[in-house]
């Protein structure tokens, strides 16, 4: 699923695992980086089993956490 501010892979699998990637063109440091994965940890917490690789294309560690889980919310069921 193709957003302007990520993409979702996704596979079927037994289990729910999670693979956020967000590169050093996002931001240089390592604090912001690794709290984009957080929150994208997250917000899949609950989802249906399988697994997911999300590419981070744009800085969202300033976004509100609800409307970020909902706009995710909206790919994973179209891709589900």
Same mark, same amino acid.
């Given at each position: 699923?193709?957003?302007?501010? #990520?993409? =979702?892979?996704?596979? %079927?699998?037994?289990?729910? *695992?999670?693979? %956020?990637? $967000?590169?050093? *063109? ?9 709290? =984009?994965?957080?929150? $994208? ?9 399988? #697994? &997911?690789?999300? $590419? ?6 300033? &976004?509100? &956490? ?15």
């Amino acid at each position: 699923m193709h957003s302007k501010n #990520f993409l =979702i892979y996704y596979l %079927p699998s037994s289990s729910l *695992k999670v693979s %956020p990637i $967000v590169s050093k *063109k996002i931001s240089k440091k390592a604090v912001i980086r690794n709290k =984009i994965k957080r929150r $994208v940890r997250a917000i899949f917490y609950g989802v249906e089993k399988g #697994f &997911f690789a999300v $590419v981070v294309k744009n800085d969202i560690s300033n &976004f509100n &956490f609800e409307l970020l889980k909902n706009e995710i919310k909206k790919s994973i069921n179209k891709i589900c």
